[in-house]
């Protein structure tokens, strides 16, 4: 079974030290948007754990919007977006 891009939305938290997810969800409400896209409301994720904050990044921003945010958060912090997993999924590095 294709491991999907909503699955792995779920997963980048998860792989984040407590102090990287803070700053992963503060560069999350700070990074430029496309057009049509509204910023997450920080009180809408700074409280969230790992797992529920794929909810707001795929009810807002749908799917691959979503992926496309998400990529943006450590590219905004000047590093790398993701890596390779050995099963090919992408893993985010923060």
Partial sequence: MKSTWRAH???IPEDLLE????????QLT?????????RLPRSTIQHTT?????GPLI??????????????VPKARNQQPCRE?????????V
């Fill in 9 to 11: 939305l779920l997963h």
């Fill in 19 to 26: 102090e990287e997810l803070i700053k992963f969800k503060f």
């Fill in 30 to 38: 700070n990074i430029a948007l496309a057009e049509g896209y509204d």
């Fill in 50 to 54: 790992p797992v529920r904050l794929a």
């Fill in 59 to 72: 009810q807002d921003y749908r799917e691959e919007y979503a992926k496309t945010a998400t990529q943006e």
């Fill in 85 to 93: 997993a050995p099963s090919g999924n992408r893993r985010m590095l």
